[in-house]
């Protein structure tokens, strides 16, 4: 999927936020293979594990990432079905998101998918530390308080600033407080033995259970709220991200290719692409000179279609050489 392409350059790219003082900015570690974590460290020195640990405190794979993202599009009840449902959903939404606009993943929309992990994360912390919890449930407690916040947010016609949570790399004050009150009546919603069946965790997987706790619930945003932001804001925010990221595709492509250190895959790229019963005959002549040496300064353009060549591959399963 092109999102998982894009979204891995992100989280390749992107350092968060010096936080407490601290001047070494981290990445968080985005799982696009199974085991990717430990396959980058096989080769690496006990010294260069350690700093690529530091690098990357914080890890987590694509199957994770659909559980924030389409608990905030609120469908926590299928996020309490199970992660294959929430990865499906999640995979659905996205892939109509790339098709309507190829720039929607930009390096805003990678910061607030980090923001909303946080968020979950945080919930599940929040949760199991409060004094009202009282065992079980609490994946779907999760789901259903960020959908919840997400739905009380909507109402306002304002936007939930999730650049708040990126600069700070945890919840703003406001925020946790919100999450706390909404987090004990979810969870007395679901747990009710007057609503649903007798058996809560295949309660929460019905729509119904969704419109039983949205009914239950009272719980207010005031406009004013500090982690709202206006729809025109987030409207400029989005062309000019949309802006930048064409203009760092085309760069981070450009670098990838003529690194020299990357200079032993060409040959072994054109070799499998040549092999590839509906590769084209264009495409296939820019990396033949590119490869051979009769084209040694691709221009963005060519460069880019190139770098493409090689994602195509790499989804297909080739394996890079060492």
Known sequence: SP????????????????????????????????GGYQNDQAFMTQGQKKSFVRLHPNKFDKNFLSKPLVSWEQKPNIVAQGVSYSFNEFAESVTDEIQKNELAITESYYKHAIAKVIMFRSLEKLISAADWYAGGYRAQTVAYSMAYLSYIVKKTKKHFNFDQIWEMQALPREVDKILKIISKEVYQSITDPNNGPANKAQWAKKKDCWSVVKDDLDIYVDDDASFLIGKDIVKFIKAEQKKDRKFVDKIQKWTFVLDKSNASIWNPLLERYTNE??????????????????????????????????????????????
């Not at 350059?9 to 968080?28: A, H, L, M, Y």
């Not at 495409?283 to 880019?304: R, V």
Request: net charge negative; with cysteine.
């Open 3 to 34: 999102f998982h392409q894009q979204f891995k350059n992100w989280s390749e790219t992107v350092k968060c936020p010096e936080i407490g003082g601290d001047q070494f900015r981290t990445k968080w570690y985005y799982e696009r293979v199974r």
């Open 277 to 322: 019963l509906e590769n084209s005959p264009k495409k296939l002549n820019i990396l033949e000179q590119f490869a051979t040496g009769l084209l040694p300064m691709p221009t963005e353009s060519q460069a880019e279609i190139i770098y493409d060549i090689y994602e195509e591959l790499i989804d297909l399963g080739w394996i890079v050489p060492k």
